[in-house]
């Protein structure tokens, strides 16, 4: 009977193996594209007038004299690879194309919210140095600040903006992404997206504080920034939310969940077939570290890593105490 059941629960998670294998073998063999279209940021000649006028909707985020004619490296939609045009790239292995505008300007430099919303992010992003996000419901957009200075100050997370105020500063180049021995120059990467960033996970293409990817940025509902601020339009009902699948936005963090579900359920089911509080407790442990270091990234499966840990761990325990006892009732069969 006993050996039937065993038999049955490697079938499954054989099964379950290989369909995950599938997933991740089709998500490798994706077709990035050559090219995206990318275009230089509109002029910006009125800028003083669209900072200066509070009836608009939208304003840059740098005040208008220091904009003209400033772009870093990274035009909206262009790629990573070193051109002619770009000399100041990045050599990433693969090549990524640029989400946002980068403005080039000195550290220090006060950078504004573009429009009324709400912080949703604000603090230390990788190579971002300090990033902030404003959702702007009345637009259906969220608008991304990135190398923004950790030692200056800036507003947190949850906080009400109206356009216009005063949100962060620029980062000196050894604590806006880069370091000592890689300094970056000081510039706003400044990016603006359809939808709220509650929408978009934390990793795989669609994440919500990308800078960089291997789609188009055109297809992830990334939008040229300076093209959304010249237009001052803003449609009935705020941009339409781009049409895409559950699976392709949240199919990585479901995967993530899935294997540690289906991982966490088969430890505990052999730990008890074989009485063996090893194999629960310290993977146990394992899981809810890993929940942990999902959450500082603000992983949605980090609650389901915690969760299983926890169930884990509280298994492992019990079959040690469960073993411990049973050792000392029966002390002959340690023999
Ligand atoms: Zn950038």
Not at 286 to 296: E, K, R, Y
């Amino acid at each position: 009977m006993s050996t039937k059941y065993g038999a049955k629960i490697s079938n499954t998670s054989l099964l379950v193996s290989l369909i995950i294998l599938v997933v991740l073998l089709a998500g490798c063999s994706k077709q990035y594209p050559e090219t995206c279209p990318s275009s230089t940021p509109i002029g910006l000649i009125d800028a003083d007038e669209i900072a200066n006028d509070d009836s608009l909707p939208f304003r840059f985020p740098l005040d208008a004299s220091t904009i003209d004619g400033t772009l870093f490296f990274g035009w909206f939609g262009v790629s990573n690879e070193c051109s002619p045009n770009i000399t100041d790239c990045y050599e990433y292995p693969v090549r990524q194309y640029h989400a946002a505008e980068d403005y080039q300007r000195p550290a220090g430099t006060a950078v504004y919210a573009i429009a009324d919303g709400r912080i949703s992010f604000s603090g230390r992003a990788g190579g971002y140095g300090w990033l902030i996000i404003i959702d702007h419901p009345q637009a259906n957009l969220y608008s991304l600040y990135g190398h923004l200075s950790p030692s200056r100050w800036k507003l947190g997370s949850g906080k009400e903006v109206k356009r216009g105020d005063l949100i962060a500063y620029l980062g000196d180049s050894d604590e806006n992404g880069g370091s000592a021995d890689e300094p970056l120059e000081p510039h706003l990467h400044f990016g603006i997206r359809a939808g709220q960033t509650a929408d978009y996970p934390t990793r795989g293409e669609w994440r919500f504080m990308a800078g960089w990817m291997r789609l188009c940025p055109q297809d992830l509902a990334w939008k040229q920034p300076s093209a959304i601020i010249t237009s001052q339009e803003i449609p009935a009902g705020g941009y339409p939310q781009p049409e895409v699948g559950f699976l392709t936005r949240w199919g990585f963090e479901l995967l993530i969940t899935s294997i540690y579900t289906i991982g966490g359920v088969g430890m505990i089911v052999l730990g008890v077939r074989r009485k063996l509080h090893s194999l629960i407790l310290f993977p146990g442990i394992l899981v809810i570290a890993a929940g942990i270091v999902f959450h500082s990234n603000r992983m949605a499966s980090t609650y389901t890593l915690l969760v299983i840990g926890l169930i884990m761990t509280a298994s492992g325990i019990v079959l040690y105490r469960q073993s411990g006892r049973h050792h000392l009732s029966s002390p002959e069969r340690l023999k």
